[in-house]
């Protein structure tokens, strides 16, 4: 059975729908992301899944606990990292994982070690006693996944886990998730507007204006759309592209200031199989495949980052 | 009652946080003493003319004791269930909404740690009474203690029901000059309610901070005389535990509600 397991989700805030019918599944141990523009509804459905939102309809089930009629089953089951940050400025690291503990009414014996070993996971063990306010926005991060971590859930959620860090942080925090899943075998569900992260996740779901658009794997995404482009220059085009159609059943276009390009669906096997048969001396070799952005174009007809100058922090909309 | 590892925890999480933000101490400790020593000596000279004998020089005073330590107690209960609304403006409030505890459990939790934070703070005032000539003993100490409690619990429950519909600190202010300080004037604090004009003293007797810094005067102030009590103390009593009652169910339910 499916870890999640989500149908026909709707939420409206004052008649605009800002999640409509939205539906996916994800399995036990994969990560998940969830792609889409700011305001596409991946924060909503995130609230709604983790009980802190209550659905206008539809069903969401975590762990085999209804969202809804369930929601003590599913805050066990889960562990959240939010967009924002969530500590305690005034406490210690190593007190907000205590508090955490006490919260998820962890068994004493176990707390102690338990917190160490996360601290040192996510290398804080030697500031374990400062206070959170005197960390860098990285350690906070850090300091949050080793949170949600604690109470040892079935899935970890991350709300645009790398939002507001620098390249560097965002990387680290994103080879850390990778190693996570690998020791805890987790799930992780993640919601995320840059590409590379997409790409990292097992599986993605595309989302934009409260409706999911599509949901594969990233590699699967990406064939999907017509394939990878091969660019070649060479010592006589005319000849090249001749040789091209009729010796290999391509389909190059000249193009006008010199070079070929020609689509294919995998890339990287053609083009030994190209300069095999090409009796032309080929000067250079291109080969570029789609990327997610191209697929998020295709799919929906604009760039993901358009909107990339609105504020990022604007909340979404939440309630107790 | 619940009380469990939730809400020895939130207990907890508060006392560090007050402890550690000295300015804060400092403030709830120096405030009362600004009052009872500065405004209490320039207005006694005023209310309570001295005798040529010496006499009633600290009659004003000690009418202020029992309205400072209801100021004290106001203030630092409504403060402290303002952490909520500091909480949910730094997104901690989440990480208690999506554990898997009640959200009894959470109002518990910071009803608990206000009052407790308000008795401790009531009752450090006590340790002026000697030096103003109220004179406590043992008895008196107990009988604060229990009544200091029920009013710093009915204030924190008032305060958590406001809290739970504050969405932003701006909303603090207003708060404070709207409900907090009348509160305060109008409780007998800083005269007898008897002299007000009908529309005030109405308000006086719906304000539970009235009942309050009755029941205080009747045990710091048994003496009498026109600057004493002016309620029965069961009454007291009972307007505040009803009044504690109804908040806290209020209050409770405003935070059991999902979006």
């Known amino acids: ?320 | 009652m619940i009380v469990n590892n939730a809400v020895y925890v939130i207990v907890m999480r508060e006392f560090k946080r007050f402890f550690r933000q000295r300015g804060r101490l400092l403030t709830t400790l120096v405030r009362p003493l600004l009052w009872l020593f500065i405004v209490g000596t320039g207005l006694s000279r005023l209310v309570a003319p001295v005798g040529d004998d010496g006499s009633g020089a600290g009659e004003y005073m000690q009418f202020l004791l029992p309205g400072v330590i209801g100021m004290t107690i106001l203030f630092s209960s409504i403060f402290s269930t303002m952490s909520v609304v500091w909480d949910r403006e730094f997104g901690f409030l989440r990480e208690m909404l999506v554990a898997p505890v009640s959200r009894l459990t959470i109002v518990v939790g910071k009803l608990l740690s206000g009052t407790a934070l308000s008795l401790f703070q009531g009752m450090m005032l006590l340790i002026v009474a000697p030096f103003i000539g109220v004179e406590i003993g043992l008895g008196q100490v107990i009988a604060m203690v229990f009544l200091v409690s029920l009013v710093s619990f009915s204030l924190t429950a008032f305060g958590l029901f406001i809290a739970a519909h504050l969405k932003s600190l701006e909303g603090f202010n207003v708060i404070m000059n709207f409900i907090i300080l009348p509160m305060f004037f109008l409780s007998g604090a800083l005269y007898p309610v008897e002299h007000l004009p009908t529309p005030l003293k109405l308000v006086t007797y719906i304000n539970p901070l009235s009942y309050g810094v009755d029941a205080f005067k009747h045990v710091l102030l048994p003496g009498g005389g026109r600057l004493s009590a002016e309620f029965p103390l069961i009454l007291d009593i009972i307007f505040v535990s009803v009044f504690a009652a109804v908040m806290m169910a209020l209050s409770a339910r405003a935070f059991s509600k999902r979006g």
Not at chain 1, 219 to 225: A, F
Request: glycine share 8%; charged share 30%; net charge negative.
């Open chain 1, 1 to 320: 059975m499916a870890i999640i397991e989500v149908r026909d989700l709707v939420k409206s805030y004052n008649g605009l729908p800002a999640v409509n019918g939205v539906s996916f599944s994800v399995e036990e141990g994969e990560i998940f992301g969830f792609l889409g523009p700011n305001g596409a509804g991946k924060t909503t459905t995130i609230n709604i899944l983790c009980t802190l939102l209550a659905s206008d309809s539809g069903s969401s089930m975590v762990n085999g606990f209804d969202s809804m009629t369930e929601p003590h089953g599913v805050r066990s089951s889960i562990g959240l990292v939010f967009q924002e940050m969530t500590l305690d400025n005034e406490l210690t690291a190593y007190e907000n994982l205590k508090f955490h503990c006490y919260l998820y009414k962890m068994k004493r014996a176990l707390t102690a070690q338990r917190i160490e070993e996360l601290l040192a996971v996510v290398g804080l063990s030697d500031r374990k006693n400062d206070l959170v306010k005197k960390f860098s926005g990285g350690m906070k991060r850090r300091l949050e996944i080793a949170r949600g971590l604690l109470h040892r859930p079935k899935v970890l959620f991350l709300d645009e886990p790398t939002l507001g860090l620098d390249p560097q942080t965002r990387r680290n925090v994103w080879e850390f998730i990778a190693d996570l899943r690998a020791r805890e075998g987790n799930t992780v569900f993640m919601t995320t507007h840059y590409m590379d992260e997409a790409e990292a996740c097992d599986r993605i779901a595309i989302i934009d204006g409260g409706r999911i658009i599509a949901c594969d794997t990233p590699e699967n995404l990406k064939l999907s759309l017509r394939g990878d482009t091969i660019s070649l220059e060479t010592e006589d085009d005319a000849k090249a592209c001749l040789e091209l159609k009729e010796g290999l059943g391509l389909e190059p276009t000249m193009i006008k200031d010199g070079g070929l390009t020609l689509i294919v669906e995998h890339g990287e096997k053609e083009i030994p199989r190209i300069l095999k048969g090409l009796s032309v001396g080929v000067r250079t070799v291109n080969l570029k495949r789609p990327t997610l952005d191209d697929v998020f174009l295709h799919m929906t007809g604009r760039e993901i980052r358009e909107d990339k100058n609105m504020n990022r922090n604007s909340r979404q909309p939440f309630r107790r």
